[in-house]
Each structure stands twice: as C-alpha cells, then as structure tokens.
C-alpha cells in the first residue's frame, strides 16, 4: 500500500533526511522558520510507518507539555492523516498506527511522564531549555534496550546542553553513531532576502545572530571572531582587479593522520581562495601536493606551521622550494600578543573589519567563530589554545590557521621586491667606478 503525505522537503531538509536515516545520535542546530519541527516530525513519522518490531514507540519532547501540544501536536495529526486506520488518542496527545507504532507528545516539565518507558526513537525539541537530566538521567536510558535513535533540534540559547550535545556530535561524529549539523539562515534559503534584511534592522546584533546565524556565543564577550564578521565576508564582492599586484601568500596547516587535516590556503590582498584540505597525507606526499600549488599559483610567500610541518618543511627545501616556519607558540612580532598564533589569529579578524572576502565554505565559517580570548597578567592578547578548542569539539582549527598563517609577517609581491631591488642597486651605481 502507498500512502501520500503531504511534506515536500526542501533541499537542505532532504540531506539532513538521509543523515538522520544513518546515525542514532543527531544535532540539528537551524535558524527560525527553517522548518526543523517538520523536518523531524516527518522523520518519527516515517520511522513509525516502517516499523516492523511490535509495539514500538517514538516520542516528541519540548521543554513544556502545552508548548508540546501547539507547536507539534496539530502538524503530527496532519501529516500521519493518509495513514487509513490510525488511531488518534487527544488526552494522551498520542497517535497508534495500524503495525501497532504509537506516537506520542510529550513535556519536558513532567519527565516523570517518560519514566518507564521503552523508546524506539525520541526526538527532543528547544534542548536548550530543558533541564540536563531529562536526556541523562531520563530519555537516555530509556533507549538502551531498543538501541533507539534521539534527534536533538533547537536554536543556540549560549553554552548549555544543547552546545555541549552539538560539540559532541563534532567530536564523536562516524556514521551509525553521532552526527551534528548547523544552518544558519544565510545557508538555507528559507526566508526571502528582503525578510533577513528586515530582520537585521528590527532586531538586536546579539538577537539576530543567536536567532537566525547560529551564533551559540552571541551573549559571549570573549569571542575573538563573530559569526556576523564571518557571514559578511562571505557575502562580499570583491573583484580581482581590485587586488591586482597584491601579494600572494599561502599558509600550510600540518597536521599527521587522526581527526586532523593539512590545509593549503591562499590569499591575495582582501581576497581567501577556497582552501585545499588534506587527509592521511605523510610528509613526502603532503610535500609533493603543496610543491604542485607552488608552482600553479607561483605565492610570493609561503609560510608553514613548525609544529608538526617539520619534516614537511625539510622535503620542501630539499626540492627546492623556499618556505617561511613559523613556530604557532613563538614571541609575537607585537607586544600586544602572547605569541604569534595570537597575533595572526588577531590579523584575520581586522583583515575581516577591512573588507575581507572569505569563501562560503561552512567548516571554516564554523571554525573562525570558535575560539574565545582573553589577557594576561601583562595585558596582552591570548587566543584560546588549540589543544584547549580540540578537546571542547574533537577537532582543531585547521583551515582556520591555514588562513592565519598568510597574516605571519607582512609580504611584498615580486613585483615589488624586484622595483625595491632596482632603487637600490640605483641608489649605489657611480658612474666614475668603471
């Protein structure tokens, strides 16, 4: 038997179906009016029509029973309507299918409510405002004897469960296990260009970039990078004759195996190229594949991480490519820094505040927004450490300092170099020497 239902996912909707179809532990982060309630609603309605276990249960969690009740109620009685004898329970707030599938709404305030039962799927709706224990203490183990599946949905309310659940899913994310996901508005299409310029002017900067980029650190002072600094950069036009006789320099992020990449990236004056990643690379193969982008785009710089670019570094002088380490941890050519990853983290954010145009790619949109700072004792800058921002999201920066890593020191182009060169041999020409 076919049944139609009447959801048409859009785009974005469609691929986060196929991600939440293969991992148990999901985390969706989406602006307002991204359609994230009917996405997951359609996604337990689904899972309950294919049910083939007996008695199988699903539930839908928001953090009150009544806001439960208005917001997903009407819309699960809606799509499960071509369903030909389900059965629709009002006091229960619960809907049985005819495979013997029940769905049922529930609220976080009475998690008394879900204790006992025996879930298949849960889905938990504005995580940021339930009490930790209704997933730990209460959902979670509610799952185990089913191995049952949990969709985590809201928008950021700054750092809480939700933010921790979403790090988590960054940093435990394989297929069959955790997965996150982040749409912020400018990403989506949702709403209308016109509706996201009015909701600018008519809302806070703090209220907007919580509401509708993403921003978990929107109420954070300490962020070194905002997510709106990032979303303009992307959106800018800047042309290539704008930066024409600009230096091209690049940055090579190291890293060696694991959850890590090796980064390439390029900028010229006020324009990012979209980056070049790496994966399980060792150093002669790493070193070959920057050798080839040196000799494609001809940089008037190129400046490698020393942590773990040594030997890459090595391979690089040895074939004839002249390449610039840069210890990340090493005295800052500024005395307003702590070190030099400091102060080139510092020179992408006023590059940024110059104009900067940074490619729409979301894993370094992402990453340029997560680290905070702070000061020392002599008030200089210290940018969080990236062994610190590994351990809160089980992954380091590494676009993000690829990108860093073309503010190291400042680079004449070789134009400039050879006029500079010029002047001064002028300079010391004596026309009586001969």
Known sequence: MRVAFPYRPRPYQARLHEALDSHRFSVIVMHRRAGKTVLVLMHMLMAAVLAKRPNMMFGYVAPYRNQAKSIAWGMLKHFSSPVPGRQVNEAELSITLPNGAVMRVFGADNADALRGLRFDGVILDEVADMKPDVWQEVVRPALSDRRGWAVFIGTPKGINLFSQLYEQGQREAKPGGWFSAMLRVDETGALPPEEIESLKREMSDKSFRQEYLCDFTASSDDVLITIDMVTEACARIVRPEDVEGMPLVMGVDVARF?????????????????????????????????????????????????????????????IGIDCIEVPFGAKALSPRFNNRRSEMWYGIREWLQAGGFLPDVPQLKSELTTPTYAFDPAGRICLERKEDIKERLGASPDIADALALTFAAPVASARDAMMAARRQQAQHYDPLAW
């Open 258 to 318: 694991g959850a890590d990449s090796s980064v390439v990236c390029l900028r010229r004056g006020l324009i990012c190229q979209p980056p070049h990643v790496f994966r399980n690379l060792d150093n002669m193969d790493l070193a070959d594949a920057i050798s080839a982008l040196v000799h494609q785009h001809q940089p008037d710089a190129v400046f490698v991480d020393a942590g773990q670019g040594q030997g890459v570094i090595d391979r690089l002088r040895h």
